[in-house]
């Protein structure tokens, strides 16, 4: 597919991209996931401050307001395979990063509430479908399945960043 429709696709309509399989490369599947993320957050009435936001501690996805809360959300997008599902990709360090940063940015902007959510989008048989985890309710790898996490045929949807 061509560059410049891509580009369009990926503004307009991401879940298509991701059912047809039309991204390139796991920087393309993650944009498209955060796109999707992006509109299910404004659907829900949230003021969504910045994308892609780069702190002192980590890259935060998405920085929202929901209600009097800052929210920092972190996209996973992907497949499952098995009990592994894209959100099984945020670990415990990448966690405690996102957490630091969201504290450094609740005190940039005095905000009185903050926490970390994730969004997993997952692709599927040529489906989309979109889970919001809130807070702590992330989800967890069973015992005998932390060898999936490391391994490198679990496509991650994510590759090296470019510029937004």
Do not use: Y
């Amino acid at each position: 597919m061509r560059a410049g429709l891509s580009r369009v696709l990926l503004w307009i309509a991401p879940g298509l991209l991701l059912r047809r399989g039309w991204t390139r490369g796991a920087d393309a599947t993650g944009r498209a996931g955060e796109r999707l993320a992006l509109l299910h957050l404004k659907r829900r009435r949230w003021r969504v401050m910045a994308r892609r936001l780069v702190t002192q501690h980590a890259e935060v996805d998405l920085v929202a307001w929901d209600g009097e809360s800052l929210v920092c959300v972190e996209v996973k997008t992907g497949h499952r395979r098995g009990a592994f599902t894209p959100g099984n990709r945020l670990g415990p360090d990448q966690r405690r990063r996102l957490e630091r940063a969201a504290r450094q940015l609740a005190r940039s902007c005095r905000a009185s509430a903050t926490r970390v959510d994730l969004i997993e989008v997952e692709v599927r048989a040529g489906n989309v479908t979109l889970e919001h985890h809130r807070g702590g309710r992330l989800p967890v790898l069973s015992p005998g399945d932390e060898s999936l996490a490391a391994d490198p045929s679990v496509p991650s949807g994510r590759g090296p960043r470019g510029p937004a």
